[in-house]
């Protein structure tokens, strides 16, 4: 079974990570660090441990080094509620009241589903046993004799009348195109204290429905989950859980950090502001949400951003403080791309392969091959701009454009990429600066 987050030793963290991202060891360290502290806070003496705050972290790098690739593969980690957000979001011109507090209602409505999908699994037989007895009223009306009921349900069970029509009664769903129409900005505090009103009028309407057993099975099962998973149980487990593991991924952060001091036009002003808005939330504060106030006190920030126009030290000072941690993500090298195009767990060439597979041809790629792959991407890289890892993906594209092309018409058949077969699709574009400029 797969551990959860807070059973994991940094060094376990630190491998589940490395099945994904290649080298950054210092920043996968930092992130195993951090949540590990977590780990550790909660088995404290209650008041030493509301002392204790998490050390949020900030991850510095190029572009295309893996900053937001470490919290995608974070967020897959079991048991940590996790959001990632955008920092640039909160400075769009009509977003409306820069609504940074959407960020702990977000990573709070992450728990509630990650704790009541955990509780559906743990209650799923009950659930399938009561839709069985539900199938076997509907099948036998009446009052028929145990015996017959016993039969039925083997032949329920052995699928037999799978396709015979039944009427069950379905509660139609809530809510309805006119409350869509409206949601979609920060309409979500209306629909908090709407939606508990609007759902007893219009959410318990049943409707009666012929079904097959089959599809009654379905809708029934999730009925009975439904009734019987305690959402009161739910919200306390995820609000206890999103307070002390969750973990809010704040990307593009550079890009809300205000270079001048003098002569700041309106732009800078709104970077700032979005600043000060997240700093109370980064801080600890109570977050109103529709499962009730959400304290963010423990909740752990790592921030990530290139830092190219901008440093940590642009940031305001309160939220530098808030941010002890600094973790520098290396530039990769070409040993590093030829890792990248190969180890990963669905590595980029893993991925080309299987998608042309599918096709019938076996794309094979030897070692010289993938090492001028690796060269040319890098010296692409530094001879136009350095987009990191991301540049692989524009030059595989290129090298395998023709095959995709061709390869529903030669099914069967293998292709070996070999470097000769490299430098002959990509040599001429890559000693051409301009032409590489424009095409990868
Ligand atoms: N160290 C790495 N190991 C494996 N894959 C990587 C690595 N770095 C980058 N990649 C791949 O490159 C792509 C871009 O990486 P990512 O999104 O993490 O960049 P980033 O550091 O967040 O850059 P930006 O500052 O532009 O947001 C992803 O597809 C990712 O899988
Ligand atoms: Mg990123």
């Known amino acids: ?39 550790r806070r909660q088995k404290l003496a209650e008041d030493l441990r509301e002392e204790i705050y998490p050390k949020n972290i900030i991850m510095i790098g190029s572009t295309g080094v893996g900053k937001t690739e470490i919290a995608r593969r974070l967020s897959k980690l079991a048991g940590a509620p996790f959001i990632k957000v955008e920092a640039t979001k909160y400075t769009e011109v009509g977003y409306v009241g820069r609504d940074v507090e959407s960020m702990v209602r977000d990573l709070m409505a992450a728990g509630v589903a990650m704790v009541k999908a955990e509780l559906q ?32 349900r083997e032949k329920l069970l052995a699928g037999e009348f799978d396709d015979k029509k039944v009427e069950i009664q379905v509660s139609g769903k809530s809510g309805g195109p006119a409350i869509e129409v409206m949601s979609g900005s920060n309409l979500e505090e209306l629909d908090m204290n709407l939606s508990g009103a609007l759902g007893n009028i219009f959410g318990q309407r049943k409707k009666k429905r012929t079904v097959s057993i089959k599809q009654a099975r379905e809708v029934l099962f999730a009925e ?80 990530a951003g290139a830092f190219h126009m901008s440093k940590p030290s642009d940031l305001i000072p309160e939220l ?44 094979q790629f030897t070692d010289e091959g993938v090492a001028r792959l690796a060269e040319i991407a890098f010296e692409v890289n530094s001879r136009t701009e350095n987009i990191g890892a991301r540049r692989l993906h524009t030059v595989l594209e ?32 890559v000693h051409d600066e301009d032409l590489a400029r424009f095409i990868l």
Do not use: C
Not at 5 to 29: F, H, N, S
Not at 262 to 285: F, H, N
């Open 224 to 303: 009975e989950l439904d009734k019987l998973v305690d959402m009161e149980q739910v919200v306390d487990l995820a609000r206890d859980r999103v307070q002390n593991m969750g973990i809010i991924f704040i990307d593009e952060i550079d890009k809300i950090a205000s270079r001048s001091t003098e002569g700041r036009g309106g732009a800078d002003v709104s970077r700032e502001g979005v600043q000060r808005d997240i700093l109370p939330i980064v801080e600890g504060s109570k977050v109103t949400t529709k499962w009730g106030a959400v304290d963010t006190s423990h909740v752990l920030f790592i921030a």
């Open 320 to 363: 530098q403080g808030r941010f002890p941690i600094r973790v520098e993500l290396e530039d990769l090298t070409r040993e590093d791309f030829q890792r990248i195009l190969t180890q990963p767990k669905n590595s980029l060439l893993l991925q080309y392969k299987e998608l042309l597979s599918t096709e019938g041809v076996d794309v």
């Open 121 to 152: 699994e743990s209650l799923a037989e009950e659930a399938r046993l009561r839709t069985e007895e539900i199938l076997l009223d509907l099948l036998l009306p009446g009052t028929p004799s145990a015996e017959t009921r016993e039969k039925f």
């Open 398 to 429: 290129l090298l395998l454009e023709e095959l995709s092309f061709t390869a529903p018409e030669i099914p069967g058949q293998t292709v070996v990429i070999t470097a000769p077969y490299v430098e002959e699709r990509l040599g001429t574009i």
């Open 1 to 39: 079974m797969k551990l959860k987050l807070d059973q994991m030793t940094p060094r376990q963290i630190v491998q589940e990570l490395d099945k994904y991202i290649i080298g950054q060891d210092k920043a996968k360290k930092a992130v195993a660090i951090a949540l590990r502290n977590r780990t």
